[in-house]
């Protein structure tokens, strides 16, 4: 497996990623300034379009999927019938839409795979004047539960110097604001964050797991598969696991 790739992972990805806090897609909205009816958008890096669904749920003008992995895109394009998303292949660094075709360009859960120049200045080609460009993760806020603090601490126990490429409170996320605010094409930057909680069963709770790249990667096969089991053990006869998602978004205007 690869840093980034998913293939393999997409049914996972698809049946068992919890969606985004509402409240923030309205904000986010919000931050556009334009009638939900007039917004043309564009999420790219859209994997299974979980984000993307939230936002064509919202009634918005248009919205294209923009997914370089075959297989994301596919089970994007299963699970997003008749809701009017267009699905494209392309990057963040060359994502194939017209210049000023966006009100709003959005990122869930993969900016942090982009080459940040690159892909800021995609966004800034295809985004209209004063149009909005957002990132958003969605991580567990473990620290709700502390069941889901002792499993996440068992990843530390089996590779004490692991450091997550972003787990939504980590890489890229730790610096985010300065680095939007110091690129010239954007202003305005905002940061938002909401929770949400979900009543998850045992196996939802195991498919979140093992729908994710970057610490099957840095684990290695065998020890991942030793977190697996060390989870699969802890949660063993519960009826459900009470997990707290924290959507943490961040979003610039378009200079």
Avoid at 28 to 33: C, E, K, T, W
Avoid at 130 to 136: I, Q, S, T
Avoid at 143 to 164: G, H
Wanted: charged share 25%.
């Amino acid at each position: 497996m690869k840093h980034g790739d998913y293939t393999g992972l997409a049914g996972n990805y698809a049946k068992f990623r919890a969606g985004y806090a509402p409240q923030v897609a309205t904000a986010i909205l919000s931050y556009v300034g334009r009638d939900l009816a007039s917004i043309d958008a564009a999420d790219v890096g859209a994997g299974t379009g979980i984000w993307t669904r939230t936002l064509a749920a919202r009634g918005l003008h248009s919205i294209v999927a923009v997914e370089p992995n075959d297989d994301m895109r596919g089970q994007g394009i299963e699970t997003s019938r008749r809701t009017g998303i267009v699905w494209r292949k392309g990057l963040a660094e060359a994502t194939g839409l017209p210049e000023g075709s966006a009100d709003l360009v959005s990122m869930a859960s993969s900016f942090h795979w982009a080459d940040f120049d690159k892909a800021c200045d995609e966004f800034h080609r295809i985004l209209r004047p004063d149009g909005v460009f957002a990132a958003l993760w969605n991580p567990r806020f473990i620290e709700a539960n502390p069941l889901l603090v002792e499993i996440e601490a068992q990843i530390m126990r089996l590779k004490p110097d692991i450091r997550r490429v972003s787990s939504g409170r980590s890489g890229i996320t730790e610096r985010l604001t300065d680095m939007l605010s110091a690129k010239p094409q954007f202003t305005g930057v905002l940061y938002l964050e909401g929770r949400h909680s979900l009543r998850q069963t045992p196996e939802q709770y195991m498919g979140a797991w093992r729908s994710v790249n970057d610490l099957p990667v840095q684990l290695g096969p065998e020890l991942f598969q030793k977190f697996l089991d060390f989870t699969e053990k802890r949660i063993a006869g519960l009826a459900a696991i009470e997990t707290t998602y924290l959507t943490r978004a961040w979003a610039a205007r378009r200079a």
